[in-house]
């Protein structure tokens, strides 16, 4: 006997039902004018711009970098020759924990994971015959953001272009790193404060520049749910908020140029569901909790970037239609800034091929498919709109209860955090074992290994070009200087003054991340995980 079809649940990746039928009943406690509003008003459900994209299309900007500054300095300018209209940077192992290249730690990192930066000098050459004033650079480093900014200012004042004109984001987002990434340095607490060292900064000299992308991206790619992303990466954005504040700074002083990084995954209406209810999360809690007054500080702006974790070493060109799918939920979404991984990255780091492919995926669905001729063309769907609502409510439980228990602090150092997402791992994966989840190409709808031809590796010189740069820079420069400067860095350190001034003036004297990460170390140890079980 045929079971009856609706004793099968249909549910979105967070586990919400999902009914058969959708209805204006569906809908009707939104009022359309007050609570959703138009693009472009509070709290920015369908948009943070009243055009969006006919005005201005998202930012393209594909994440690279690899080997050394001269081969990812070719890639970046390749990219841009394709259309690519912003930088983004990867930084190897060794650079975002900060130890240099000939560290006994690098050994086999040096330049995998993206380009090796040890000094200014690495910089220069990265960004050799690219103008950093008419170029958006993201930066994708946290542990030693304020060093990586402090090189990229720098190199903006030996090439005469003031501060101001400089735009771009650094990720700079810790907490993050200690919830799901692991490339932390120091405890949380000195941490936050590099981090609002940074906020101070910016608001003075850089006012086209984010000081952090706050990322749920790393959270969701290590299984957490969409709701969860959201959650926890909205209450990670409350307590830079709390922190900043009480650094002594004003809410509407820098919360405009607070930015966020979400994943964009496969269930397709969830995923545009899940940017719409993030923005309007944000926007309540800017103006209710902190009582923001600039409404560009309630504007959530965000960067996507496609889920890494569904791509599949099986079956790799299926790739090509899932990145196509995440690109097209980010756009239907709203982001203002997208990366669209390669068909090839479960193997290896893009090839150049695969890269123009990635790329040519944004460009065919902003100039031909038509989503950008209109704003929001999701909205007043009734399942859309009913499962914005539904994300909300779900993340706002998860936020309510991380603040009452001492918020996103608490969370990391008891493990909150860590342990949720855990659940949520483990239960993703039973659902693939048991083909309850299906993933085309590898539980189901299996073929002969399919290889993809071209394979990009990094050269082995990599690591031994790096380190003969490196002793040639500690050779040329003026070591009694460099140790004078990170001495004053060191009793810097041990006061509350800010630290981008100290660690500005080490970076122009060619002191390198190891040594700048070693002194701040030697003030405030090294961050050990304490064991989730």
Known sequence: MNKDKSEKRFETSSGISI????????????????????????PFTRGIYDNMYRGRLWTMRQYAGFGTA????????????????????????????????????????????????????????????????????????????????????????KNKIPYDLLSGTIQ????????????????????????????????????????????GYHIREAGATAVQEIAFTLANGIAYVEKAILAGMKVDDFAKRLSFFFNSHNDFFEEIAKFRAARRLWAKIMKEKFKAKDVNSCKLRFH??????????????????????????????????????????????????????????????????????????????YYVEHLTK?????????????????????????????????????????????????????????TEKEKIKEIFRVDQKVASDQIKRLNEVRKQRDNKKVDSLLKKLEEKAKSDENLIYPILDCVEAYATIGEICDVLKSVWGEYRENVVV
């Not at 890494?308 to 196509?324: I, K």
């Open 70 to 157: 001269e081969e990812s300095n070719k890639r970046y300018k390749y990219l841009l020759s394709q259309g690519q209209t912003g930088l983004s940077v990867a930084f190897d192992l060794p650079t975002q924990i900060g130890y240099d290249s000939d560290h006994p730690m690098s050994v086999g990192e040096v330049g995998k994971t993206g380009v090796a930066i040890d000094s200014l000098k690495d910089m220069e050459i990265l960004f050799d015959g690219i103008p950093l004033d008419k170029v958006s650079t993201s930066m994708t480093i946290n542990s030693t953001a304020i060093i990586l900014l402090a090189m990229y200012l720098v190199l903006a004042k």
């Open 172 to 215: 700079n987002d810790i907490l993050k790193e200690y919830i799901a990434r692991g490339t932390y340095i120091f405890p949380p607490r000195p941490s936050m404060r590099l981090i609002t060292d940074v906020f101070k900064f910016a608001k003075d000299h850089l006012p086209k520049f984010n000081t952090i992308s706050i990322s």
């Open 19 to 42: 009914k058969e039928l959708y209805t204006p009943e569906d809908i009707e406690d939104l009022n359309y004018q007050e609570e959703l509003g138009f693009p472009g008003s509070y």
């Open 390 to 446: 539904k994300i909300e409510e779900e993340a706002e439980k998860y936020i309510d209860y991380i603040q009452e228990n001492g918020g996103a602090l608490w969370a990391v150092e008891s493990g909150y955090y860590q342990k949720e997402i855990q659940k949520s791992a483990y239960d993703y994966q039973k659902k693939i074992e048991k083909k309850e989840k299906i993933i085309v190409g590898l539980n189901r709808f299996e």
């Open 304 to 381: 996507t970037q496609t889920a890494g974790c569904t791509l599949t070493a099986r079956q790799p060109e299926n790739n090509v239609v899932r990145v196509t799918l995440q690109a097209l939920a980010s756009v239907l979404g709203g982001t203002q800034s997208l990366h669209t991984n390669s068909r090839d990255e479960a193997l290896s780091l893009p090839s150049e091929l695969s890269a123009q492919i990635a790329l040519r995926t944004q460009q065919i669905i902003a100039f031909e498919s038509g989503v950008i001729n209109t704003v929001d063309p999701v909205g007043g769907s």
